[in-house]
Structures are given as C-alpha cells and as structure tokens.
C-alpha cells in the first residue's frame, strides 16, 4: 500500500475534483461515511449519544457528516464547534449548513471547562478537530479540549489523524489525542505510521474515499508499507553452496555476541554457508556456541580488533562471497576503522556495513560512493547522526526526507533502524516496515538484522529486495517472540531463535488461499 505526505494527499484531492470531476461534497461525504462504518461496527448505534468534537476546516466538515450519519442512523450526536462556524467553507460550509437544518444538537464553544458534562454522559467521542495539516503547536482551549477528551476514558475515533498529530513526521505539536480507533481518507499519511503518532491512533483503518487507483496506487507516490517478502523457494535437491556464501568481518576483545548473532543469523534464515572472520583469540569461544559457522581466525591488534595485515587476505577472502557484512563488534580501534575504510570501496561482492563499520566509514563517505557492487547500511539514529552530519533531533524531524537523501547522495540502501524501521533506496523510494515491537530494543538484535539480510541475498533475492525482506522477516521474527514469551526480558536469542517459524510463516501466508498471519501488518481498507 502506497503511503502520502500532507502535500501529495492535497494534490490528490486536487486532482480527484479538477480533473476526475469528483466534486469535494462527494469526497467530504464519502469519508465521513467511512468514519461512520468504523464506530458502528464497534457499537449498536440506536440511542447512543456520540460527541463529535469539530474544528472549522475540512476535518470539521467529515465531522459533520459523521455527525448526519450518526443521527441517521438512530443515535443521539452532540456537536461540538470550537470556533466560529462562519469559518466553514466549501463543503463544510454545505454539510453545516445541513446539520442546521436538520435540528441537531450544537454547540459553538470557546471555554474547554464546558466539556465536562458532554463527556461525562457521552457514549464515544469523534475527533474531528484539526487534520494533517497542523504545523504549529496546539495552544489555547483546543489544547485543553483535548487534553479533557484524554482524561475521559472514552472510546475515540479520530478523523483522518488524531489531533495534535503532524501529518508528516508523527511528531506531537504540543498535545495530542489519543484515539482507539483512526480513519485515514486517501491514503495513510507518514504521521499515521511514525511514532510517536502512530501510537496514538489507535487501530489504523483507511478509506479511499472514492478516488480511482490511478491515484492511490501512482509510481509518483515514493512511500509505501515494507510488504511481507516473496521468498524465493528451496531446491529440494540444492546444496548448501545453492543458498549462498556470507563473509562476516566482525568482532573483537570483548564483543563475542556481535559476531555470533549475525553469523548464526544468516544460517538461520536459510542462508547456506557463514564464513566468520575475527580475531584469532575470540574464535573458540563464539565457536562454542556456533559450531555450524567456518572460521577464518584473523591476526589481531594490540586491543584485540583485526589488525590491517589482514587487508590482502580479507579481499581475497571476500571475492567469490555473495555478500559481506562488515562492521558487528569490531570496536572502534583506530587500525581497524581505517580497514574498514580500506576495504569499502575495494570488495567486489554486495556489501552490508552494519554498527561499527558505519562509524568507520562515516569519517570518509566518498569509500561507499564509489562502490560499483550494491551497498546496503543499517545505522539506528546515532548511526545516522554520524553519517550525516546532523543531529538526531534534525533527523527525527523529517526522518524520511533525511533517509531519501542519503540514500540517493551514497548511492546505497539504508535501513534506519529503530520502532517502525525505514528502508530508503538510492532511487529516492522510501518503505515503512510494520512489524516488530519495543523488546526488540535490546543488544544484538541489529546484528540479528544483518545476518538476515544477508540470508535473503544468499536465498537468491536482489540486495535491495534483501533489505527490505529481512527488516521484515526480523520483526516478525521478534513479534513472534513477544507472543510466546513477552516483550520484557526479550533477548537477541530470542529473536533468532523465532527466525525459521518466521520463514515458514511468510512462505505459509504466500501458498495459502486465506491469509492468516500477514493480517497483523496490514492497514483494512473500509469501504465509503
């Protein structure tokens, strides 16, 4: 499903009356009917007294019009407007002017504190009080108006995007609403998607409110939801060669896990033959634990890193690999980070640069820009500060401008990493992945991420196609976790652990006829 900034929503509501002939009464209506079907499937509406709380533009208007619907349909809407209705224009102006007639119960107020018995005796609320364009904090009687709505305990349905949310970033402007259910009209909005906005709508639903797919499905639009990946199938007679050979240059002194989780990761998702190369001491040790991987024992710093003698070997090591992951538990070792320099732009296999080997590189960029062979990074925001140049408050600002335009200036695919990854492409494309959950913040799960990644190249799948499967297949992997044993306490180990059900899961969703897992990522689509 394609996904909309404010601006792209706006010129496809343009589009859809300029050019399709859909006039906006007709787009007004079709949303507040959607908005409707939302809360009366979650109530018998007969007798209910719904407050439907209004701004003045056109998330006021679809307010309206749930407030017909609901009176249509045998309930009891109290309608409150928070400014003047001389304010309403177009077709809000038509649908206020029909409410009036109507006789319904409305209210024009500007003191918050007026609220009290209106909620106090109301059965829900609707939210209609400020749309995605919002751009300035919530100040004033709107501020408190919500803040009386969340302190209600109410069931709430919020209009397009709860109030107070950025319909751009997610961000909260000062205050917010926080709904359990959320019609989007068009298209979700990023804010609907992005925390902390996402959180607080609640359940996601989505109308198109009529517009033709030419409009909701265009290449124009650059956003989309990370889709469940279509996983290439297993040659009943392939060896383990068939499912591809990964280089791992990772570790040091003191950072055994790195290396482990993302080795062992690739093996268990599916991947055919993991090659660790690490400093000779720390071998026998992850060895332990992983059996299955090879092991290349690399000569070592005085700190315990891999020293650059091992340049010449590392590249021929790294010339017939499918894919090589630099960077999980390398340490920061000045001697280390000018190797991962050295090698960037030398390696002639698909290169994942993951934790400390984007720190490395972060120093000289021009090493990633002139890679010829795909590049994937998967920095979290401190990673992506290093990278930019920014700070993570600038990054969390815009986070999806701000991946574009690094992908595009490094010619490479990054996952930023954090709740609802984002995987930019060098094209300028930006994916918003659904899956995984707060246990997942713990120590090793990104190297988990890479190992996986990997894996998909190895499958047989493109690096780009990679990046975006394995973000998934991780998050799956780790809301399987969760259901099993919680998100408290949730360990990298878990998630790697829940990796093969994660594949058998996805390729079980593809075969089968009716979906029954991939449901929990998707957005349902009401009809208006």
Request: glycine fraction near 12%; include cysteine.
């Given at each position: 499903?394609?996904?909309?900034?404010?601006?792209?929503?706006?010129?496809?509501?343009q589009k859809a009356v300029q050019h399709y002939g859909i006039v906006e009464e007709m787009l007004m209506e079709n949303?507040?009917?959607?908005?409707?079907?939302?809360?009366?499937?979650?109530?018998?509406?007969?007798?209910?007294?719904?407050?439907?709380?209004?701004?003045?533009?056109?998330?006021?208007?679809?307010?309206?019009?749930?407030?017909?619907?609901?009176?249509?349909?045998?309930?009891?809407?109290?309608?409150?407007?928070?400014?003047?209705?001389?304010?309403?224009?177009?077709?809000?102006?038509?649908?206020?002017?029909?409410?009036?007639?109507?006789?319904?119960?409305?209210?024009?107020?500007?003191?918050?504190?007026?609220?009290?018995?209106?909620?106090?005796?109301?059965?829900?609320?609707?939210?209609?009080?400020?749309?995605?364009?919002?751009?300035?904090?919530?100040?004033?009687?709107?501020?408190?108006?919500?803040?009386?709505?969340?302190?209600?305990?109410?069931?709430?349905?919020?209009?397009?995007?709860?109030?107070?949310?950025?319909?751009?970033?997610?961000?909260?402007?000062?205050?917010?609403?926080?709904?359990?259910?959320?019609?989007?009209?068009?298209?979700?909005?990023?804010?609907?998607?992005?925390?902390?906005?996402?959180?607080?709508?609640?359940?996601?639903?989505?109308?198109?409110?009529?517009?033709?797919?030419?409009?909701?499905?265009?290449?124009?639009?650059?956003?989309?939801?990370?889709?469940?990946?279509?996983?290439?199938?297993?040659?009943?007679?392939?060896?383990?060669?068939?499912?591809?050979?990964?280089?791992?240059?990772?570790?040091?002194?003191?950072?055994?896990?790195?290396?482990?989780?993302?080795?062992?990761?690739?093996?268990?998702?599916?991947?055919?033959?993991?090659?660790?190369?690490?400093?000779?001491?720390?071998?026998?040790?992850?060895?332990?634990?992983?059996?299955?991987?090879?092991?290349?024992?690399?000569?070592?710093?005085?700190?315990?890193?891999?020293?650059?003698?091992?340049?010449?070997?590392?590249?021929?090591?790294?010339?017939?690999?499918?894919?090589?992951?630099?960077?999980?538990?390398?340490?920061?070792?000045?001697?280390?980070?000018?190797?991962?320099?050295?090698?960037?732009?030398?390696?002639?296999?698909?290169?994942?640069?993951?934790?400390?080997?984007?720190?490395?590189?972060?120093?000289?960029?021009?090493?990633?820009?002139?890679?010829?062979?795909?590049?994937?990074?998967?920095?979290?925001?401190?990673?992506?500060?290093?990278?930019?140049?920014?700070?993570?408050?600038?990054?969390?600002?815009?986070?999806?401008?701000?991946?574009?335009?690094t992908a595009m200036d490094l010619g490479a695919v990054i996952v930023l990493k954090g709740p609802h990854s984002l995987?930019?492409?060098?094209?300028?494309?930006?994916?918003?992945?659904?899956?995984?959950?707060?246990?997942?913040?713990?120590?090793?799960?990104?190297?988990?991420?890479?190992?996986?990644?990997?894996?998909?190249?190895?499958?047989?799948?493109?690096?780009?196609?990679?990046?975006?499967?394995?973000?998934?297949?991780?998050?799956?992997?780790?809301?399987?976790?969760?259901?099993?044993?919680?998100?408290?306490?949730?360990?990298?180990?878990?998630?790697?652990?829940?990796?093969?059900?994660?594949?058998?899961?996805?390729?079980?969703?593809?075969?089968?006829?009716?979906?029954?897992?991939?449901?929990?990522?998707?957005?349902?689509?009401?009809?208006?």
């Amino acid at each position: 499903m394609k996904i909309s900034n404010v601006n792209e929503m706006r010129r496809m509501d343009q589009k859809a009356v300029q050019h399709y002939g859909i006039v906006e009464e007709m787009l007004m209506e079709n949303a507040g009917l959607a908005a409707y079907r939302v809360l009366s499937a979650s109530m018998n509406m007969a007798g209910k007294r719904i407050l439907v709380v209004c701004g003045i533009g056109n998330n006021g208007g679809d307010g309206l019009v749930v407030a017909r619907k609901i009176h249509s349909g045998g309930g009891d809407p109290r309608v409150i407007i928070l400014s003047d209705p001389a304010g309403y224009k177009g077709a809000a102006g038509t649908n206020f002017s029909i409410i009036s007639r109507l006789g319904l119960n409305v209210r024009v107020i500007d003191d918050a504190g007026s609220l009290h018995d209106d909620l106090c005796c109301c059965d829900a609320v609707v939210d209609a009080i400020f749309g995605t364009g919002l751009t300035r904090p919530v100040e004033g009687h709107y501020r408190e108006v919500i803040q009386r709505i969340n302190r209600s305990g109410k069931p709430v349905l919020s209009l397009d995007i709860p109030s107070g949310v950025a319909g751009d970033t997610g961000r909260i402007m000062g205050e917010a609403v926080r709904a359990g259910d959320t019609v989007t009209f068009g298209l979700p909005k990023v804010g609907n998607l992005l925390y902390p906005g996402y959180d607080q709508g609640g359940r996601l639903h989505v109308s198109h409110i009529s517009f033709p797919p030419a409009l909701y499905q265009s290449e124009a639009l650059t956003i989309a939801l990370n889709d469940m990946p279509n996983l290439p199938s297993r040659d009943p007679v392939a060896h383990k060669g068939s499912f591809g050979n990964a280089l791992f240059i990772a570790g040091a002194a003191a950072y055994f896990g790195a290396p482990y989780f993302s080795a062992s990761a690739f093996l268990k998702a599916g991947g055919g033959y993991a090659r660790l190369a690490a400093p000779r001491s720390i071998i026998p040790v992850v060895a332990q634990k992983a059996s299955e991987i090879v092991f290349h024992p690399q000569v070592e710093t005085a700190s315990g890193s891999i020293a650059s003698t091992n340049e010449t070997a590392l590249r021929e090591l790294a010339r017939p690999m499918d894919m090589v992951v630099m960077g999980p538990g390398l340490s920061l070792d000045r001697e280390t980070q000018a190797l991962v320099r050295a090698l960037t732009p030398a390696l002639g296999a698909p290169l994942l640069l993951d934790g400390d080997g984007i720190t490395a590189v972060a120093e000289d960029l021009d090493g990633v820009r002139q890679r010829k062979p795909p590049t994937i990074l998967t920095p979290h925001l401190g990673e992506m500060a290093r990278l930019t140049g920014k700070t993570i408050d600038t990054i969390s600002a815009d986070p999806i401008e701000m991946l574009r335009r690094t992908a595009m200036d490094l010619g490479a695919v990054i996952v930023l990493k954090g709740p609802h990854s984002l995987i930019g492409f060098p094209d300028g494309r930006v994916r918003i992945n659904m899956s995984g959950n707060a246990g997942m913040a713990t120590a090793g799960s990104g190297d988990v991420l890479t190992g996986t990644i990997a894996a998909l190249v190895g499958l047989g799948m493109s690096p780009e196609a990679a990046a975006a499967g394995g973000t998934f297949l991780h998050g799956m992997a780790g809301d399987l976790a969760a259901d099993q044993k919680g998100q408290d306490g949730m360990t990298a180990r878990d998630i790697l652990d829940f990796l093969p059900m994660a594949l058998k899961a996805v390729r079980e969703e593809k075969t089968s006829s009716q979906p029954f897992y991939g449901d929990r990522y998707r957005i349902p689509v009401v009809d208006a």
